[in-house]
């Protein structure tokens, strides 16, 4: 497991924010207006580690933005795994290694089986899989257009 | 530009969060005790957007977490930029597109050139540049090991 698949941002706009990223210059294959969830396509990312008043500062020096990391950010990253088994085990081993079990993976409402565990920061990751899922090279998930 | 370079989480604790990654099968070359900042590669990652209440309710509907997304979650998302104009050019684009300027693009304490703008829900967002840097065929930054 070395891999994020999905980023998600909790919006408050669909249209709003959809207009944005597509602006900005991501490209995604959903044109409809208001639709319940979007995924642009993305080549590889890293994950970084940075002290958290630094990251802060990084934003800006002069005027950094106050640090309220306590409860739901609106972000969750996701992976996905290709066996059931394995959400199981990630999640095992995300809490003896010290996360926090928010959710034991369950069957949910799309069909998949999926839990969310936190870090040691407070932030969510899901892990998930589903069993209609298909994958590309990169083991990310193939969704039609 | 369709790409999200780098994934920041600022953490409390570096060598708690860096060992955490690693027991989860995150991979970094990093092994010195409390680095000043880690890096894990990873393969492709889709952006998602996802209606904020819905994603806490995702995240455990029996108990969904407070949001509390004003202010600085703590994560960030970076562009990494092939020329200083690139980066002038995203932040132009991100103002005139709905975002917000949080820090105009200048030269940075670590060489680069580099700027911060939020989205139209708050999430921060940096573009930066610098000549040094050296690019894998993915567009992504090569941080030597």
Redesign the interface.
Known sequence: ??????????????N??????K?????CYEDAENP?????????????????????N???EAD???????????????INTKTKAEVDD?MT??ES???VM??KPEI?SWGGYSG?FQ???G??W?VAYADTWKFDE????I?EP
Chains 1, 2 share one sequence.
């Not at 602006?23 to 490209?27: C, D, V």
């Not at 950094?64 to 996701?78: C, D, K, L, V, Y």
């Not at 990169?138 to 998930?141: A, F, G, T």
């Open positions: 497991m070395n891999r994020i698949n999905l980023i998600a941002l909790g919006v408050k706009d669909m709003r924010s959809m207009t944005f990223y602006q900005i210059g991501f490209k319940p969830i979007v995924f642009f396509d993305n080549q590889g990312t890293k994950l970084e580690l940075f002290p958290l008043e630094k990251l802060a990084d934003i800006n950094p933005p106050a640090i309220s990391n306590q409860g739901f950010s609106g972000i969750t990253f996701a990630l081993l995300a290694s010290g996360g928010v959710k949910v969310y870090d040691p920061d932030y969510y899901e990169q083991d990310m998930l969704i």
